[in-house]
């Protein structure tokens, strides 16, 4: 199991808020350290980039301004509804009809972008983690602040539930996913109550069990930080159901085989779970000679950005060079 990171539980909290409008064409949403991480790709025009978190396509975007009309820009995400979204944000605005990329959009996780690409490509973005998109859908049962089914799937078309953890796992097992998915130092309370209170059919239900067995304890100084006190049962069981790390694992995997000499790999992480996977493949890369390390330490937002897109408080760049 892991420890428990200090700032992993900002993000979720974060994200339960509406974003800031504005950004990039077509893009009803801001997209986290755009400029850093598109600085980093080092977009080459007429290339081809893999946008493996394509979501409502606010670095895609981006990315389809610097390839021009040699390019080709491949997008992957996991929820179809994004994928809609992304289709329309990504058409050429007025007056680059003739200078756009070749944008495909595929529905499937990253971890299957072998799969799904053929050829070498030029470099790879993926932001990782859930989307506002999703969470402000009530109806997708991401977040603990409205009413909504115990679902939590980015695909909809995938078979494990948040219900079916919430309400059939055993104790032991629940126990273990909300604190080493969660990094909830409480996971044995908060897993007894939930299994005492079943069925539970709601996320307002969920959250509520969870907020009264994971009370602040008088030990503790500063317990939550200010956050929902289901703040990390809610992360964990999300990244459970959607098999978050072990995709980011498989991307990492796959990245040096797509990826030609002098192209970028460049991820936006948000909590310490995932930054620790990002880290080790890249290091890992490094100690073989298969990448150069352009990040001894993430690269976090500015204070200005912060201020403007308070999610991107917990977001983390980390990228590297194919050698």
């Known amino acids: 199991m ?14 339960q808020q509406n974003a800031p409008q504005g950004g ?17 790709l080092n977009v080459k025009r007429g290339g081809t980039y893999i946008d ?38 990504l058409q050429p605005p007025p007056g680059r009809e003739g200078d756009w990329p ?7 996780s990253f971890a299957e972008v072998e799969q799904n690409v053929a050829g070498s490509i030029d470099g790879l973005l993926a932001d990782v983690g859930v989307s506002s998109l999703q969470l402000n859908d009530p109806d997708r049962g991401f977040s603990f602040q409205a009413e909504g089914p115990l679902d939590m799937r980015m695909n909809p078309q995938s078979e494990r539930t948040a219900e079916q953890v919430v309400n059939h796992m055993g104790e032991k097992e629940l126990a273990n996913v909300i604190y080493e998915f ?41 317990p939550s930080h200010g956050i929902h006190p ?38 936006i992480s948000f909590h310490s779970l995932e930054d620790r996977i990002v880290k080790d493949a890249l290091r890992d890369g490094s100690k073989v000679g298969v990448y150069s390390v352009l ?23 980390r990228a590297a060079e194919r050698i």
């Open 52 to 89: 493996a978190t394509v979501g409502l396509a606010g670095h895609s975007c981006e990315i389809a301004k610097l390839l021009g009309a040699p390019g080709h820009l491949i997008g992957f995400d996991k929820d179809p509804a994004a994928l809609e979204r992304a289709r329309v944000n």
């Open 24 to 40: 990039g064409h077509g893009v009803g949403h801001v997209p986290v350290l755009l400029q850093i991480a598109i600085d980093f």
């Open 295 to 317: 990040t001894k330490k993430p690269v976090t937002a500015t204070d200005e950005e912060i201020y403007r897109n308070p999610r991107s408080r917990s977001a983390k760049v």
């Open 102 to 108: 070749k944008v495909e959009l595929i529905h499937a």
């Open 182 to 222: 969660g990094e909830e130092r409480r996971s044995r309370r908060i897993a007894r109550a939930i299994v005492r209170a079943r069925p539970i059919r709601s996320t307002a239900h969920l959250a509520e069990v969870v907020s009264a067995a994971a009370r602040t304890m008088k030990s503790q100084s500063k």
């Open 2 to 15: 892991v420890g428990r990171a200090a700032g992993s539980e900002e993000v979720d909290s974060d994200l």
């Open 230 to 267: 289901a703040t990390l049962t809610f992360q964990g069981i999300r990244i459970f159901v959607n098999r978050e790390l072990d995709d980011l694992r498989e991307l990492l995997k796959a990245a040096p085989r797509l990826v030609k000499p002098g192209g970028r790999v460049v991820v």
